[in-house]
């Protein structure tokens, strides 16, 4: 095992050790230069600013139109990976057939449905065995299709508040309530009480973005066996529709049974909520009623479009281990090669998202292909489908694995990692560290140089791998904990499967999933740092003696 020198060892120490702040404060890692062994950091060096701006350049270019998922432009991005790749000497993970050239060596097949000419309704229905009433909320006026292709639920209503359920807060929305087979009508955001109006709970449950802003709300019905999820805006409403205007295509995985089924989000207009008070027989709106089951209520939601499949490719690549105790364990690195493709005559480049991590990705092949001994463990090199629409292809990798994942040691993945933090949100970044700490940190620090890289709390072996390389290429560090079940990019499905992760990611800019991301507003230095930055992190993990041990320096590599 190599240690890390004492000077750091004491900051960091230091950083532990005042008022308690023991978490937080030890993941800001900032100490001397003490540099690699030579063969390391001759790898590290090898990572070319100049190559990655050109491939850059290249996948965010006008002529492949965004590289969305299905579209010509995504075809070209993965031919020219693959070509790339050839280039490397790495062969493909599983030769997919005999002759095979391009990305069709290289390719694993992930079978999609796509949904055009969308429309749905949802209809509530009372009966209150005198008569009968109903209402039919349109698509595009009182709600917003779930993303799903085709469904047809008819059930009883069940009103559960809030849907919340968090015992440290002491509340339950579906205490005494069955919500089995149901429709499970819910209020969008938080409680009005002050106490439930906290930065960390307004990002569980009132975030700006539908999938986050419902997330939790969605997993506590699942977990109880609701049908549908019909989640109640407030007078917001219209902007949220025009936010979230009827998409023109939808795609989705096929089931194969192995998918986990998630219930259908449908967010509704408070128009949805005047008419559950009125059938309740209440003259308080929906927020002053308590949780209850409303036998009397049924929920009829309709959903459909015309439907095609598609067939959409992961890239895979595989460099065997040296060492034969050890080759058959793994370091999987990942990057996701669509983006948002061509609306109408708009072109979304994805320059940072995310031509910088394929780019990365690219160039970290190239010099790992090119040593003349091989890391000890496997090294798998992933380039993954439908990550803007639904992390479809490293969703399918995960339920049918080229490569056990039970012998990945290590997920990697590299996403928009082309522009840096800047001062104010670093000091935001420490400002729960002790003051004195969060001083020494910052003191003298390029916000450029600040690497944040996500990892699953209390893995100490990635933490301290990650030191090491912080010191190794004297780049600050930040070690962002989180279980990453909930992630926005590619290693989501991985820690949901239990799998070792790292998450490489720069800073959201104005052009985020705008045209205005193109390949001009990348600083090729940037990503260059963070790349360096990956490569030695997984050099690093690969040739660790064992998955339980750190890393021990190699002497026999060889770049040329």
């Avoid at 790339?84 to 993970?93: H, N, S, V």
Wanted: aromatic fraction near 8%; glycine fraction near 8%.
């Amino acid at each position: 095992m190599r240690s890390v020198p004492r000077l750091l060892l004491c900051f960091v120490a230091a950083l532990a050790s005042v008022n308690g702040h023991a978490q937080s404060a030890a993941d800001f890692v900032r100490g001397p230069l003490v540099a690699f062994p030579e063969p390391v950091a001759a790898a590290v060096a090898e990572v070319r600013a100049p190559a990655l701006a050109a491939h850059i350049a290249f996948l965010a270019s006008p002529a492949l139109e965004g590289r969305g998922l299905g579209s010509p432009g995504f075809e070209v991005a993965a031919e020219y990976v693959a070509a790339q790749l050839a280039l490397t000497g790495i062969p493909p993970l599983v030769p997919v057939c005999d002759g095979c050239t391009g990305a069709s060596a290289y390719a694993q097949e992930v079978p999609l449905r796509e949904v055009t000419e969308r429309h749905g309704t949802l209809t509530l229905t009372v009966d209150d065995g005198v008569t009968t009433r109903a209402r039919v909320f349109a698509s595009g006026v009182d709600l917003v299709l779930p993303d799903v292709a085709a469904v047809r639920v008819s059930a009883p209503v069940v009103f559960a508040g809030y849907g919340i359920r968090d015992p440290v807060m002491g509340r339950d929305d579906y205490r005494g309530i069955d919500v089995r087979g149901k429709v499970v009508v819910v209020l969008a955001g938080l409680p009005p009480d002050p106490a439930w109006q906290t930065p960390e709970l307004m990002e569980l449950y009132a975030a700006d973005d539908r999938e986050d802003r419902y997330r939790a709300k969605v997993e506590t019905a699942q977990a109880l066996g609701a049908a549908v999820v019909v989640a109640v805006e407030d007078t917001s409403w219209a902007t949220r529709l025009a936010e979230e205007a009827l998409a023109d295509r939808l795609f989705e995985s096929f089931s194969d049974g192995s998918a986990e089924i998630t219930p259908p989000v449908v967010p509704v207009s408070p128009a949805v909520a005047t008419f559950l008070a009125a059938a309740i027989g209440t003259d308080v709106t929906l927020a002053e009623v308590a949780p209850t089951s409303l036998p009397h209520v049924t929920a009829a939601l309709s959903v459909g479009g015309k439907e095609r499949a598609l067939a959409s490719r992961n890239i895979i690549a595989v460099l065997p281990g040296s060492d034969p105790e050890l080759r058959d364990e793994a370091v999987m690195l990942g990057a996701h090669l669509d983006h948002l493709g061509r609306v109408g005559e708009i072109v979304y480049p994805g320059a940072d998202d995310n031509a910088s991590g394929v780019a990365a990705l690219l160039e970290i092949a190239r010099i790992f292909g090119a040593m003349q001994s091989r890391p000890r463990r496997t090294l798998v090199f992933a380039f993954w489908t439908g990550e803007e629409e639904g992390k479809f292809g490293s969703g399918y990798w995960v339920r049918h694995p080229l490569w056990p994942l039970a012998s990945t040691v290590t997920y990697i993945n590299i996403d928009m990692i082309g522009h840096p933090w800047l001062i104010e949100e670093i000091r935001e970044l420490v400002s729960d560290v002790p003051s004195e700490a969060a001083e020494a940190f910052l003191e003298g620090l390029d916000p450029a140089e600040l690497v944040e890289v996500g990892l699953p709390p209390g893995n100490e072996i990635l933490a301290e791998t990650l030191r090491t390389v912080a010191i190794g290429t004297g780049l600050p560090l930040h070690l962002d904990r989180t279980d990453g079940r909930n992630g926005g990019s590619d290693y989501r499905d991985f820690a949901r499967a239990g799998v070792p992760f790292l998450r490489f990611f720069g800073n959201f800019f104005p052009g985020y999933h705008e045209p205005a991301d193109t390949p001009d507003g990348i600083d090729p230095a940037q990503v260059q740092r963070v790349a360096r930055f990956c490569l030695a992190t997984a050099l690093l993990l690969a040739d660790q003696g064992s998955s339980t041990t750190a890393y021990q320096p190699r002497e026999t590599m060889v770049v040329p």
